[in-house]
């Protein structure tokens, strides 16, 4: 099976910047998309097609992906931005769509 | 406004069966969209369960749940449904329905409020 491996955590500062990573076997072959869920609510769609940024969904939320790596980056941290961040998949090899384990990203 | 409003679930025993449905409305059921069943178990990650095309011409299911787990559309009332039979303590998650687009790409760009299942005796 196909795998998504993200860090389980990330802290950072506010008005700082968090860099998030997802590596995947030939991932530069699939379009990798970025979910943000605070406790207790669905997942939200931040990132599509590896950079795109869905209606409403601030500038400071950036993606992109080289090699084997897909990264979500968010500028200028707020306190609101405390949440799981996913990034998922649809994997060709296997028709499945795969979720990495996401990341729990702690404004300090 | 895309909605989506799972309903359904609830505490089965383990080999017990549940249905769960999911109401769209603000968009029109089609081909352009895949409808979708996402899970999250208590304190874990998420999970694809299962996907279909509207048309029902093609789905598919993560191994877990295979041959046990079926998804359906009613087209006419805009309704998803997840017949699960054969549940196990591990099927113990909450459930999100999820509009999706169709592979390659494969996102999932609107979800429900998610409906939580407990298998347990």
């Not at chain 1, 990132?47 to 409403?56: A, F, K, L, M, T």
């Not at chain 1, 790596?69 to 200028?76: D, E, Q």
């Not at chain 1, 998922?88 to 990341?103: A, K, L, P």
Request: hydrophobic residues 30%; glycine residues 10%; aromatic residues 12%.
């Amino acid at each position: 099976s196909y795998v998504l491996t993200q860090p389980p955590s990330v802290s950072t500062a506010p008005g700082e910047t968090a860099t998030l990573t997802c590596a995947g076997n030939n991932l530069r072959y699939e379009s990798v998309h970025w979910y943000q869920q605070k406790p207790g609510r669905a997942p939200l769609l931040v990132i599509s097609y590896d950079s795109g940024r869905p209606s409403g969904i601030p500038e400071r939320f950036s993606g992109s992906s080289s090699g084997n790596t897909a990264t979500l980056t968010i500028s200028s941290v707020e306190a609101g931005d405390e949440a799981d961040y996913y990034c998922q998949v649809w994997n060709q090899s296997t028709d499945h769509w795969v979720f990495g384990g996401g990341t729990k990203v702690t404004v300090l | 406004e895309v909605q989506l409003v799972e309903s359904g679930g609830g505490l089965v025993q383990p080999g017990g069966s549940l249905r769960l449905s999911c109401a769209a409305s603000g968009f029109t059921f089609s081909n352009s969209y895949w409808m979708s069943w996402v899970r999250q178990a208590p304190g874990k990650g998420l999970e694809w369960v299962a996907n279909m095309k509207q048309d029902a011409s093609e789905k598919y299911y993560v191994d877990s749940v295979k041959g046990r787990f079926t998804i359906t559309t009613d087209n006419a009332k805009n309704l998803v449904y997840l017949q699960m039979n054969s549940l196990r303590a591990e099927d113990t998650a909450v459930y999100y329905c999820a509009r999706g687009s169709p592979p390659p790409g494969g996102l999932f760009d609107y979800w429900g409020q998610g409906a939580l299942v407990t298998v347990s005796s």
